[in-house]
């Protein structure tokens, strides 16, 4: 059974940064995509970033609303996927999930594509 679990996540003002961590355990990922999805209060969980690799290539992809911003990373020795968030702005509050699938192909913006989840961990960024 996979386990996906979130670090990192705290308070911080306006324009400040934080590193998101998930940590991935029960199987190793050779080749897969995994992201970071965030869900606000009253709102529907969305997309922020993936990341996906092959033992060729890697490809990173991103919302517009973080584009710039945010990085995706991943530790393939350590299983670990990051997220470093710079410039933070009050509307990038929310509960950030980590998440990853083993499905080959599919839509990497939709919740659906992805069949592990973690916990998530709030990200608080105050004005």
């Known amino acids: 059974q996979v386990q996906l679990v979130e670090s990192g996540g705290g308070l911080v003002q306006a324009g400040g940064s934080l590193r998101l961590a998930c940590a991935g355990s029960?199987?190793?990922?050779?080749?897969?995509?995994m992201g970071w999805f965030r869900q606000a209060p009253g709102k529907e969980r969305e997309f922020v970033a993936a990341?996906?690799?092959?033992?060729?290539?890697?490809?990173?992809r991103y919302a517009d609303s973080v584009k710039g911003r945010f990085v995706i990373s991943r530790d393939a020795a350590k299983n670990t996927l990051y997220l470093q968030m710079n410039s933070l702005k009050p509307e990038d509050t929310a509960v950030y999930y980590c998440?990853?699938?083993?499905?080959?192909?599919?839509?990497?913006?939709?919740?659906?594509?992805?069949?592990?989840w973690g916990q998530g961990t709030q990200v608080t960024v105050s004005s």
């Open positions: 998440t990853a699938t083993t499905v080959p192909s599919g839509t990497y913006y939709s919740t659906q594509f992805y069949n592990y």
């Open positions: 029960g199987r190793t990922f050779s080749s897969s995509t």
């Open positions: 990341i996906w690799w092959s033992t060729w290539s890697q490809n990173t």
